[in-house]
Structures are given as C-alpha cells and as structure tokens.
C-alpha cells in the first residue's frame, strides 16, 4: 500500500478505536450536552436595551466655555433640539398632526376625565381615584363628583376673595382636587409639607402670604396660627366622616373673628347638586398661576419656598412621560400609588404624569414619610409605586435578612445573573417559584408590581442608594427601579436612571442617569473641583424649562462617568 | 465499498473489549466539551465599553492675532470668523484649507469677503492689531448676502470662540 494509503488506515482505525470506547457514560454526558446547549438557545432573551445604549447615555455638548463642563443632554432631547416644553396638548377637533399646546394643569385633569384619547381597545378609558383607609377600606371616587368638587371648592374660595390658597394636607384626594381648583379659578396654590412643627407651618404661611388655608383638623394650630398670622381670612377643614358631626365652623372665643371657617363637606354639599359638574370652557380661560412648594432639607432646617410656574410643572410632566419607552408607559391598567409626600415635586410630578396617562391613582394618608412599605401599600395591588430611598433600604434590610438558606442565596443570584448578564429582568419559573416566599409583601398581589421610582433629595441627608441594593430591590419585588436625583429648584428630576438599566457597579451611591428630556446639566469649577479635557467634574448646574428661573445650581458636586451618567464626586 | 466490507469484517471480528468505566479516553474528551462549553455560557461577560467620545473644544476669545495661526497649516485646525464668531470650518479643509479656493478666508475675518463675495486680499483687514471691520460701508444687498452666509454656517459648522480686537479681550 502507498504512503497515503496506510496514513488513512492509520487515521480510520484511531477514530473507530477512539469511538468504539463508547458507553453508557458517553451517551449520558452527550445528552447532557446536548440538551445544555438546547436549552440555552432555546431560552436565550436578548437584553432589554443594546449594551451600547448604556454605555453611552447623554450627549454632551461639542462646545464648553473655559471653567464648566461640556452640556450634557439625554438622548431624546439632543443638541440642536429644543428641550421638552410641554404636553403637546390637542384640543379636541383639531387634526391629529396639528401642533399642540404647551399646556398647564388644568389640561391634565382635562385629560383625566375625557379618558384615553388614542384609538385602540383602551379608547375612553379612565382611571381611577381611590382612597386607602387603613387596610380593608379602599373608596372609589367618581371622576364627575371630583369635578364638581373642584369647581364648588374654587368656586367658594374664590367668592370669599381668596387669592393665595395654602393646602396642609397628607397624601389625599383633596390635596389634588384643591390644586386642581386653584389651576382652574386663577387662584395660586401653596403647597405645604404635612406634619410640621407649629412654628414652621406660620413661618411658611408668612414667607408665601397665603390667605386661605385648606386643612385637617388635629394637625393644624389654629389658634396659634389666628394669633400670630393675621392675614389669614379663609379656612376650609377636611373632616373625615368620623368627625363631621362637630360643629366645625364654630370659631372659639377671642380668637380669630376675621377668619372664615368652614368645612369642605358643607361647600360640596351645599351647592347645588347639578352645578359645578362641567369644567371652565377652554376659551376664555386665562394664563395659568404659579405653584409654591416647600423644599425640606435635613429636618430643623428652615424650608427653602421655590416659586414654579405652570410651564415648569408641566415640562417635568411630559420629561417624566417621556422618561419612559412608549410600550411600558403608565396607563389605564396601571395603580400609581404616591407613597412619598405629595409635598415633594419629584412625587407630585409623577402623580400628575399618572392623571394625564389616564392611570388608576390611590391616595394613602399614611404614606407620606412612612419608612414602611409594607403598611404603605396595604389594602392595594400598584402597580406603580413612589417611594423614598428610606422606605425602600428598610424592604431591603428586612428581606435580605431572611435569604439566609443557600437554596435562597442561590436563587437570588441566579436572577441576579439575568439581570446584570443578560440584561432582561428574570423571569417567574417553577423554580423560582421557591423564591417567591421571601418577597416583600408590598401590597395585595406582590407580582402586580412593575415600576418604583425612588429620589434622592439633594442637602436633605437622603441615605443612598447603591446599585447592588437597587439591583436586589429588582430581584425581591420584580419591578424596576428607578433611581432620580431631585432638589428645590428643578420641578421633578434633574436626572434619572434609564428604565431598562440594571448595571451592577463597585460603588456606595449609585449613579443618577440621564438627564430627562427636560433638563440639561453641567458642571462648573469649583475652589477645589475643576473640568478638564475629557474629565467633567464640578458643582451641578441644571438649566432647562423644569427648573425655576431656567436655570438653578444644586449646591453638590457632582462628576459624568465613563457611560455619561450623573453621580456624586 | 470493497474498502468498506473489509474494515467492518476486520472489526466485527475483533474481541467485545467494552470498557464500562467513566474515564475512558473518549468520555473524557467529551466531558471537557461539556465543561468547556458550560464555562463559555456562564462566564461572567465583559461589560463593553465605548471608544471614547473626543473632549470637548473650549470656547476662546480670539483677537485677529491669535486667529492667524488657524488657518490649516500644520494639520491645525481651520477657523474663520464672520461677525465676530469663530467657525471651526476644518471638515471644509478642502475649502478654506491650504490651497483650496477660499484659503484667503482661514484664520482671518471673513466677515466682508463673504458680504461682497469676493475672495480677494483686500477683503480682508489689514491691521491685525487694529480694531475689527465694522461693515458700516456695505449695501442691504451685501448685508444680506452676508446674513445668509452666516446662516449656513450656522448650520454647518461648530462657533468655537468670538473674535475681539487686540485690547477688547477683557471686555465682555
């Protein structure tokens, strides 16, 4: 035989001899393999946004002037394009593809009650109002009957020559219906936080000269305030149905005869039953007023009183809508649950982007400052949920505490794994189904949930959030988490993580995102902080139409990472 | 096929010599398959990162001196200025580069040149030192010619700085 013919002989009789060792154990370690490598294909996800969208998340400017940083952008709202200035509200009759108006409050709860305006399955679709009352009683409330509330109550206010309306309530509907009253009948609300201490509240009643203050009874010192303030004319008292026996326009002795009280059941129940259930007309309405909130740093310090036109108010509404992909945005289907104080204007915005999707809204009295998740969502599915980063550390401190069996241990890291891996949130299987024992129970249906955004309060000693906490925050309720960096001067956020972001890094505070649509941001030299080619570090300066005066500095320092997100220095 | 009888006969007859353990050579050649390809799936990935974005030009007050120097040469960049901003017009280099047809333009004030849509020298300042063209002599025509120029390159080009006459660059 040839050369070649005996290489070849050589070659068959090693390959047969090496095969012909085949057994039961091969066969079994093929299957495995096969079925590993099937399995695999079979299941493999793709990540729910292209790596390369993370790793590059604002556009910075080509230009930056001698001592700031170059301006960064988000991607939807990129250089050369205007920011985002408002809701692009159509009204009806006008042609779909017509250029809307900017828009202010008023439209929102026009929104809310004219339903879903899109064709489709969900067209006219509403949502609903609900109050939660400790843990069994959730009470519906009809959209008409808030109407004529909102039109009765600023009716009133108005016809007692109320001009400056202060609201000193918890989280409820009748914070919203008052806001709401003032948009509509020209009147300027003044939002307070709940809970004060009695000379902060007339300290804060003096800086915003209100006249009218619309109020709970036990939390509000009256006759203090009658004292000290007397530029007091009006008080309206939300009594709940326990106490609406008493008679609560009787005013004590020797105090304020100048003030008049009365009680919100009366306005509502004195007007006509068939009034006040249209909105004022469209046409005549005149330029919308301003809104006056509160900004609470480290508690015992005095709160800093920042003016918002409507224009900021409803450019963070739409910033906030469009922070959001279009198939994942709140709608019809979804329970929005503030369980921050409506105080805040990160939550308050986020509550009026829910209206105006048209999103079922509950209103917890309890929730505002509540460090308990748990007893905040009592008695409700959301499916969208604010909270601050003090509530959300506590669900994490509480539920990372029972992971403590290996099984458990493993099952986290596992979804943990599809998370930062994989890049897509992990899935309910058989097998995690073990895990679900150890979810916070946030609400009645913990699966419901979808969507957290948390804020981190600048100057007001927030603790932080890492991205490993926020990441396990994933994993235990199955929602996203959004993180926001939030201050006095910016209605809503300066800037917030991505919606599909749930990269896992070294760090002690995560990083903040983005900016919205709505915001641009840039950091200046500081005395000991300053910019360099490529390196952009500096004191935070927002500008854009959210921010009061068009332009604030946050009074933090701050640097851009590599992926040109925001974070801490 | 002849082939094909032979091996099988010559195997077939060969003793049953079935090895039932674990470790044949053959299993475990396919067990480091298994491993090998179990490790690929699960092995943590890199994250991957982005070339990095080129830093950011910083905004400079120019004075006719200092412009000078921009005009291509040397693989610098080409600037122009027209009413006072500077255009960095280096993706034109074929243009307003060395030898393109505009080149009087680089590194000088073009503001006139444009207006009158001439490219001779004495569109240009003389005086480097002395103060800045002030267009006042030119026609509505030229003034407009020269508005929509400066539109255009708006839209074309990036403003890198503003130009100021030698002495103004601490004015505002």
């Known amino acids: ?569 | 096929m002849d082939y094909v009888e032979k091996r099988v006969a010559q195997e077939a007859s060969k003793p049953a010599a079935a090895d039932d353990s674990l470790f044949t050579p053959l299993n475990v050649l396919l067990l480091g398959v298994l491993v090998y390809t179990v490790y690929t799936f699960f092995k943590p990935k890199v994250p991957v990162a982005l070339p990095k974005e080129e830093p950011a030009v910083v905004f400079k007050t120019f004075t006719p001196r200092t412009l000078l120097p921009y005009s291509g040469e040397d693989n610098a960049p080409v600037y122009l200025a027209v009413r006072g901003r500077v255009f960095d017009v280096s993706r034109g280099r074929n243009f307003y580069g060395p030898g393109g047809p505009y080149a009087n333009f680089a590194g000088r004030d073009a503001s006139r040149g444009l207006a009158k849509g001439s490219f001779d020298e004495d569109m240009l300042t003389k005086d480097l030192d002395g103060p800045l063209d002030t267009l006042a002599d030119l026609t509505r025509d030229e003034l407009e010619a020269l508005q929509g120029w400066e539109d255009r390159f708006s839209e074309k080009y990036l403003v890198v700085g503003k130009l100021v006459a030698v002495g103004d660059e601490n004015k505002a």
Not at chain 1, 188 to 205: E, R
């Open chain 1, 1 to 569: 035989m040839t050369f070649f013919d005996q290489l070849m002989l050589h070659f068959d009789e090693g390959v047969t001899g090496l095969f012909g060792q085949w057994n039961v154990y091969s066969s079994l370690i093929f299957t495995l393999f096969a079925g590993f490598l099937t399995y695999q294909i079979a299941t493999r996800r793709d990540p729910d946004a292209h790596p390369f969208l993370l790793a590059r998340q604002a556009q910075p400017s080509a230009v930056r002037q001698e001592g700031e940083s170059p301006v960064y952008r988000s991607q939807g709202a990129p250089h050369g394009m205007p920011l985002n200035p408002g809701l692009n509200v159509k009204d009806p009759g006008v042609s779909k593809w017509a250029k809307g108006r900017d828009g202010d409050l008023r439209d929102i709860w026009r929104q809310a009650v004219a339903g879903v305006q899109e064709d489709g399955p969900s067209k006219g679709a509403t949502g609903r109002i609900l109050t939660v009352l400790g843990s069994e009683n959730v009470t519906e409330h009809r959209l008409d009957d808030l109407t004529r509330q909102i039109n009765l109550i600023g009716q009133h206010i108005l016809d007692q020559g109320g001009n400056r309306v202060a609201i000193y309530l918890p989280n409820s509907v009748e914070l919203i219906v008052t806001l709401f009253a003032c948009a509509f009948h020209n009147l300027t609300a003044v939002i307070l936080p709940f809970d004060q201490p009695d000379d902060a509240v007339i300290s804060m009643l003096r800086r915003s000269a209100a006249d009218t203050v619309v109020t709970a009874p036990g939390s509000f010192p009256f006759d203090h305030v009658v004292k000290s303030y007397p530029s007091l004319r009006q008080l309206i008292w939300v009594v709940d149905e326990g106490s609406a026996h008493l008679d609560w326009n009787e005013v004590p002795q020797g105090t304020g005869g100048s003030v008049n009280v009365s009680t919100w059941q009366d306005i509502v129940s004195d007007g006509p039953a068939d009034a006040g259930k249209d909105l004022p007309p469209l046409e005549s309405q005149k330029e919308a007023r301003d809104v006056t909130i509160f900004w609470q740093s480290k508690p015992g310090s005095a709160e800093e009183m920042v003016r918002f036109t409507a224009a900021n108010l409803i450019s963070a509404v739409t910033a906030q809508i469009f922070a959001i992909p279009t198939s994942q945005r709140m709608g019809p289907s979804d329970l929005f649950l503030p369980a921050d104080s409506l105080a805040n204007t990160h939550t308050l915005v986020l509550t009026l982007a829910a209206l105006y999707s048209n999103a079922s809204v509950a209103f917890n009295s309890v929730g505002a400052g509540a460090n308990d998740l748990v007893m905040a969502t009592r008695g409700i599915a959301p499916t969208i949920l604010v909270a601050t980063p003090a509530a959300l550390l506590k669900t994490h401190q509480e539920t990372g505490g029972t992971l403590t069996s290996a099984i458990a241990r493993n099952l986290h890291s596992i979804q943990t794994r599809s998370l930062t891996q994989d890049g897509v949130m992990p899935t309910a299987s058989f097998i995690t189904s073990y895990y679900d024992r150890y979810r916070p129970a946030i609400g009645t249906k913990p699966g419901k949930l979808r969507l957290i955004f948390t804020a981190e309060r600048v100057g007001a000693g927030t603790p932080p959030l890492s991205s490993a906490v926020l990441s396990d925050l994933r994993v235990y309720t199955g929602a996203r988490v959004i993180y926001a960096l939030t201050s006095a001067k910016v209605a809503g956020a300066a800037a917030q993580t991505g919606f599909y972001d749930y990269r896992v890094f070294n760090d002690n505070r995560s990083h903040f995102g983005a900016p919205l649509t709505s915001t641009e941001i840039l950091l200046k030299d500081t005395a000991t902080v300053k910019n360099a080619d490529g390196q952009s570090r500096g004191e935070i300066i927002v500008k854009g139409p959210c921010v009061a005066g068009n332009e604030a500095a946050l009074g933090v320092e701050g640097q851009i990472r590599e992926d040109n997100t925001l974070a801490y220095l």
